[in-house]
């Protein structure tokens, strides 16, 4: 009885740490076969996975995906809102959506000295189709969230968002959609009083806005409707991403053509 409840929940440990980070299930199960005892097989498998994440930088290139910036400095125009994204592997795009971002980057820099460009969870090293949970669309290197610019009482606020991820502070202009079931469009209304009181800096925003919809290589970028509208943006790469996926009042989402 034991021997199966510990099978179990080792099965649930090799498929959560999978859908997390694609490579964490197999440490894990490496360190199941290899290692006896807690300790030792937690040894085992964070020495397996730090091999297996530095691997995957040398041998994504080889399947077409790039890792985005993990290392930047403070000064960088392009770096990740948090520390997470990078170990836990969702920093991998296609190189041809790595040169839009760093585009991105650097004309915020140029347009507005001093502008940090941050990303959000971009996908997986391996396997198109294999999706970066919850986001769906996220499972070709091909997509890629940017948080949001933002200020507060002394002006633009470089790196800072109102959320320690950059996800899940909504602006409050979100689409009028009905309640539908199932749908990943979730309003945590009880987390938006757990935030950081920042402004949305408009000016940033919409210059970022506009620049991906001009962009040849840009396919679409989702926003909610009324966001665009309060920022001055259209366009018919400007999309609603629908009723039954995430709100996209708090971060934007862009995505180049296969
Ligand atoms: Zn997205």
């Avoid at 021997?3 to 199960?29: E, N, Y």
């Avoid at 650097?106 to 396997?127: N, S, W």
């Avoid at 970022?208 to 396919?219: K, M, N, S």
């Avoid at 009324?226 to 018919?236: H, I, N, S, T």
Wanted: proline share 8%.
């Amino acid at each position: 009885m034991r021997r199966g409840l510990s099978l179990l929940g080792h099965s649930i440990a090799i498929m959560a740490l999978t859908l997390l980070t694609q490579l964490g299930g197999l440490a894990w199960a490496v360190a199941l076969v290899f290692a006896r005892g807690t300790l030792r097989r937690l040894v085992l498998f964070l020495a397996g996975y730090a091999v297996l994440w530095i691997g995957a930088s040398f041998a994504a290139p080889q399947f077409g995906r790039v890792a985005l910036p993990c290392f930047s400095s403070a000064e960088a125009a392009l770096s990740f809102r948090s520390p997470l994204y990078c170990p836990l592997n969702r920093h991998y795009v296609v190189p041809e959506l790595a040169a839009v971002t760093v585009d991105l980057a650097e004309h915020m820099d140029r347009v507005f000295p001093g502008t940090k460009t941050q990303a959000l969870d971009a996908g997986f090293p391996f396997i198109t189709g294999f999706p970066l949970l919850p986001h769906l669309s996220h499972d070709d290197g091909r997509k890629l969230d940017l948080a949001f610019y933002y200020r507060d009482e002394g002006g633009y606020a470089p790196g800072q968002t109102p959320s320690p991820i950059g996800y899940f502070a909504f602006e409050g202009a979100g689409a009028d959609c009905p309640k539908v079931w199932p749908a990943l469009r979730w309003d945590l209304v009880r987390a938006q009083s757990w935030w950081r009181d920042l402004d949305l800096d408009a000016p940033r925003q919409a210059e970022a806005l506009r620049w991906l919809a001009r962009d040849p290589r840009v396919e679409k970028v989702f926003v909610e409707p009324p966001l665009a509208e309060q920022l001055g943006v259209w366009g018919p790469k400007i999309r609603f991403q629908g009723c039954r996926a995430a709100r996209h009042d708090d971060h934007l989402h862009f995505q180049i053509a296969p």
